[in-house]
């Protein structure tokens, strides 16, 4: 029976995540989640096929993991929360990056030359393009497009239903909002919010929310 290891716990990334578990691995499964000082949400989860097991990261016996070759999972959504479970658990465990897994939902379409890097979530339906570039710890919500020749940064979060077209470069830390879309060519930077339904025609810069259709620079990051 297949394991696996995620840590840090949110609704909307377990709820994905646990669903791809069941979906690739209709045999069984067991996953413990790893707990610190980042919990979002205290919904309950239940799959039916999939063992699931909660414990504090003093509980966890990393070692052993690590002996077993258990791949690791980050379970958290926000860009930012990522980060923080990403820094926690390398400081605190010593997890590197290259300790955490893909997790890519079966019904998600990847381009043969599309590269992903290490704890990278692909949700039911997503669609990733040739030549596409996705960063560490990227979220790619149910839905979502990537276009051709496009590079997403580590940590960045991608909505349900968002498109990025062929050619965009999108910064570390980006979060695009459900059912947006970045136009070709688009470049948006690191930390920089785009709202839900926006149409982003122009190049964003760094660490600003924008908004609207066309997508419009509203307020910066705090």
């Known amino acids: 029976m297949i394991d696996y290891t995620i ?38 989860f239940a799959v039916e096929g999939v063992e699931i097991a909660e414990l504090t990261h003093d509980q966890w016996d ?37 300790r955490y897994t893909n997790l890519v939902h079966p019904t998600a379409e990847l381009a043969a030359t599309a590269q992903l890097g290490s704890g990278v979530d692909v949700g039911p339906h997503v669609v990733v393009g040739p030549h596409t570039r996705i960063g560490n710890f990227v979220t790619l919500n149910r839905a979502a497009t990537i276009g051709h020749h496009t590079a997403l940064g580590d940590f ?48 964003l810069p760094e660490a600003v929310v924008a908004f609207g259709v066309p997508a419009r620079v509203m307020r910066h990051v705090k």
Do not use: W
């Open 7 to 44: 840590l840090g716990r949110s609704p909307a990334t377990l709820s994905m995540m646990l669903e791809s578990v069941h979906r690739l691995h209709p045999n069984g499964a067991r996953v413990r989640i790893i707990l610190n000082t980042v919990v979002e949400g205290e919904l309950p």
């Open 62 to 98: 990393h070692e052993e993991d690590l002996r077993r070759g258990v791949p690791c999972l980050c379970g958290v959504y926000r860009p930012e929360v990522k980060r923080s479970v990403v820094t926690f658990f390398r400081g605190a465990l010593g997890i590197a990056t290259d």
């Open 156 to 203: 960045v979060t991608v909505n349900p239903g968002a498109n990025i077209a062929g050619r965009c470069q999108i910064g570390e830390g980006v979060s695009i909002g459900i059912s947006a879309t970045v136009l070709d060519g688009v470049k948006v930077g690191a930390r920089s919010v785009i709202g839900a339904g926006a149409l982003v025609t122009d190049d």
